[in-house]
Nanobody, 118 residues
């Protein structure tokens, strides 16, 4: 599975960005997709994930500001980020959990940088 992300960039505090990620090129059935992020000097952390059935898991730090959605038809996930603040700065990684004949595997995109200036 290849994960291609787009939509990162720089924005002022209070602004918005939207990240997109599409999964292509595999026989794996994509069960869950989402985003993780890593701020400078910190560990990678969950931002939000969504299952094929639409169940979401969203970090408390972004609840009410970020919305995750998924288009199953083409294995695309989108993260709408509103009211951004400096704590949201980091590299955002697209993540997918795939399954093939009961074998599960995780896939990661290369990361896209989000910079929020105050």
């Amino acid at each position: 599975v290849q994960l291609q992300a787009s939509g990162g960039g720089s924005v002022q505090a209070g602004g918005s960005l939207r990240l997109s990620c599409i999964a292509t090129g595999s026989f794996y059935s994509i069960k869950r997709m989402g985003w993780y992020r890593q701020a400078p000097g910190k560990q990678r952390e969950l931002v939000a994930t969504v299952t094929r059935g639409g169940l979401t898991n969203i970090a408390d730090s972004v609840k009410g500001r970020f919305t995750i959605s998924r288009l199953d038809a083409d294995d695309t996930v989108r993260l709408q980020m509103n009211n951004l603040n400096s704590e949201d700065t980091g590299v955002y990684y697209c993540h997918a959990q795939g399954e093939l004949l009961s074998n599960r595997r995780e896939f990661w995109g290369q990361g896209t940088l989000v910079t929020v200036s105050s």
